[in-house]
Each structure stands twice: as structure tokens, then as C-alpha cells.
């Protein structure tokens, strides 16, 4: 069993000293409520940015990013596993100058990061596709006995990342800034995740309003039948309670995955 705190934070554009406070006010609850693992939206101390060269971090000289630093601290302080979304800074690969950005989602336990996640799919209708670099890899972490798949926002329309590895975990992960005229949208993909998946679904999105778009309540966590089963318990946390064991006997009771075809799906990819 696993305590899952899913928070839906108003970023502070252009403000991450203050947008930590906010972000320190919900551990602080979610600590009082026994949570365990604590899931922030996308770009959790920026908000969803096109000015990547403001605010990305990089390991150099083996030193951590602040944010990550900022993670670390909190999740030893209230002794919880913490994830969040950041924009790290790399080097161009043949360049001593250039540099890279990737929206990424860590996963951090104390001072471990378990989970380092580059989204795979940047969203090209905004541009993202032009500004970050496409991840390449799919992730997957461990907190206590639930084994954590990792995606960011527009990853949870192209369900073939989520399947490819779906005997590798019993719960996902989404964080995201999904907008409000889009949440209908959001809400009916997470929970697809989780049926077709046969596992939890952990969709965490921001609100608030940035330069672009407005954001509204509706972090979720789906089981494997598509029942949201978080319970709110102030303005900006929801806390849900999840077993790995519920999920081992709803595959073997309903073992759809028998039925899998991978030689075909391979053949006619």
C-alpha cells in the first residue's frame, strides 16, 4: 500500500523563490496526512515555458540543480518520496558552447533521484518541438512495492509508450499543464490509461493561469477500472491509497494481456 498525495499548485509565473513557498505549504499537509509519495504538475517552479535558457539547470562539476537540491531537502524533511517537473540545460553533443533543453519529470527519495524522465513527445502545436529535445527513453521507479511509470502532458496521447512497458509497472505517472478548454480531453485520456493498462493513474495538473492559458482543478488518480479514487482533503492536495496487490489479482482475474499480439504489433509497426 502506498499514500499518494496529488496537488494541484498555482504557479507563480517568473517566481520560483515564492512559488517553493507554495510548494512547502502543501508538504507540510500532505506530511499531516501521512502522504507518501507527493506528485507536483510539469515545470513545477516555472510554469509551462518557451524561454528555456531562463531557467533550465545542469549538473556541472557534480553538483546537483537547485531545484532538484530544493526536492531533495523536502523530501528528507517530511520524509516522503517527491516528484516534480524541471527544465534541465546539456551540452550539444560536438559543441563546447551550444546547449539543449528537456522538459523532464524526476522522482526523488531522500537524496536518491530514482526516476529522471525526459518527455518524449514535446507538443509541436505550441512549439515545444523547436525549443526542447525529444527524450528518448522510457522510466520506470520504485516506492515501496509500486512500480512507477513516469510520462509528462502530451506524452498521454500516443498510448503506445504507455503499453510498450505495461508488465514493467502497476502505476503511471502524468504530470502536466493542461488547459482548461482541453480538460475533458485530459481527464477521459488518464483514465483510458488506466483501463487498457489494467493499472493506477496518476494524473497531476496544474492551475492558475500563465501568459498563455488558463488551468483548472483536475488531478486525478484513476485504478484500473477508471474510478477516480483521490479524496480531496484541503483546496490544493487530494490523497488516494494504492496496492500493488489490487492490481495483481484485477490482471488475473481479467488477463487481457494474454491476448497481446507483440510479434504482430512489431511486424506492422
Known amino acids: 500500500m502506498l499514500k499518494v ?6 504557479i507563480i509565473w517568473n517566481d520560483a523563490e515564492e512559488t517553493k513557498k507554495r510548494c512547502i505549504a502543501i508538504m507540510e499537509q500532505a506530511y499531516k496526512e501521512g502522504v507518501e509519495l507527493l ?20 549538473y556541472k562539476d557534480g553538483r546537483i540543480p537547485d531545484s532538484i537540491s530544493f526536492f531533495m531537502k523536502n523530501s528528507k524533511k517530511y520524509n516522503m518520496a517527491i516528484a516534480f517537473g ?13 546547449e539543449i533543453y528537456r522538459n523532464k519529470l524526476a522522482l526523488v527519495e531522500g537524496d536518491n533521484l530514482i526516476l529522471d524522465y525526459a518527455k518524449i513527445h514535446p507538443f509541436s502545436f505550441s512549439g515545444e518541438d523547436k525549443v526542447y529535445c525529444a527524450g528518448d527513453k522510457v ?24 503499453s ?6 502497476n502505476t503511471i505517472l502524468v504530470i502536466a499543464s493542461w488547459p482548461k478548454e482541453r ?11 488506466a483501463v487498457e493498462n489494467q493499472a493506477y493513474v496518476i494524473g ?19 485504478d484500473c477500472y477508471g474510478n477516480d479514487i483521490a ?14 496487490e489490487f492490481i495483481n489479482n484485477a490482471r488475473k482475474d481479467f488477463p487481457q494481456c494474454n491476448d497481446r499480439r507483440n510479434a504482430l504489433y512489431k511486424v506492422l509497426s
Open 5 to 10: 498525495g496529488v496537488t494541484e499548485l498555482d
Open 39 to 58: 506528485v507536483f504538475p510539469e515545470m513545477t517552479l516555472t510554469g509551462y515555458t518557451m524561454e528555456p535558457h531562463l531557467y533550465g539547470e545542469t
Open 86 to 98: 524541471y527544465i534541465e540545460t546539456a551540452a550539444k553533443a560536438g559543441s563546447e558552447d551550444g
Open 139 to 162: 522510466c520506470q521507479a520504485m516506492v515501496k512495492d509500486m512500480v512507477i511509470g513516469g510520462y509528462i502532458c502530451y506524452d498521454l496521447r500516443f498510448p503506445e509508450i504507455f
Open 164 to 169: 510498450f512497458v505495461r508488465d514493467m509497472y
Open 183 to 193: 480538460v475533458g480531453q485530459w481527464e477521459l485520456l488518464l483514465a483510458a490509461r
Open 204 to 222: 497531476v495538473n496544474r492551475i492558475g493561469r500563465d501568459i498563455n492559458n488558463e488551468y483548472v482543478a483536475s488531478s486525478h488518480v484513476y
Open 231 to 244: 479524496n480531496r482533503v484541503s483546496e490544493n492536495l487530494l490523497v488516494a491509497q494504492i496496492d500493488s
